[in-house]
């Protein structure tokens, strides 16, 4: 599987960017595509995921702010990115894994991951 990730860039705080994703090779009838993301200094995160059927799962500090969305047909996400902030600024990661229906697996199994791309976010 390989995974090309665009998007990332310089953004103002409060303006929006939008990440995409784009799976190719040989991939998983069902799997949960998404982002991680990395600061210095800290851990990689997860950011966003969606499963094939539609499922979606967030971390509390972009809910409300980020929407992922998938494109089957494609093997293709979006992370549309609102609201930015300065804390947002990181390497994000984009993602794929076997969807057994359980974040709980999906977060804990092994993925596949594309090169990262930085976003940035001036204050």
């Known amino acids: 599987v390989q995974l090309q990730a665009s998007g990332g860039g310089l953004v103002q705080a409060g303006g929006s960017l939008r990440l995409s994703c784009a799976a190719s090779?040989?991939?998983?009838?069902?799997?949960?595509m998404g982002w991680y993301r990395q600061a210095p200094g800290k851990q990689r995160e997860l950011v966003a995921a969606i499963s094939s059927g539609g499922s979606t799962n967030y971390a509390d500090s972009v809910k409300g702010r980020f929407t992922i969305s998938g494109d089957n047909a494609k093997n293709t996400v979006y992370l549309q990115m609102n609201s930015l902030k300065p804390e947002d600024a990181a390497v994000y990661y984009c993602?794929?894994?076997?969807?057994?229906?359980?974040?709980?697996?999906?977060?804990?199994?092994?993925?596949?991951w594309g090169q990262g791309t930085k976003v940035t976010v001036s204050s």
């Open positions: 090779g040989s991939t998983f009838s069902n799997y949960a």
């Open positions: 993602n794929v894994a076997r969807w057994l229906g359980s974040w709980r697996h999906y977060i804990t199994t092994d993925r596949y």
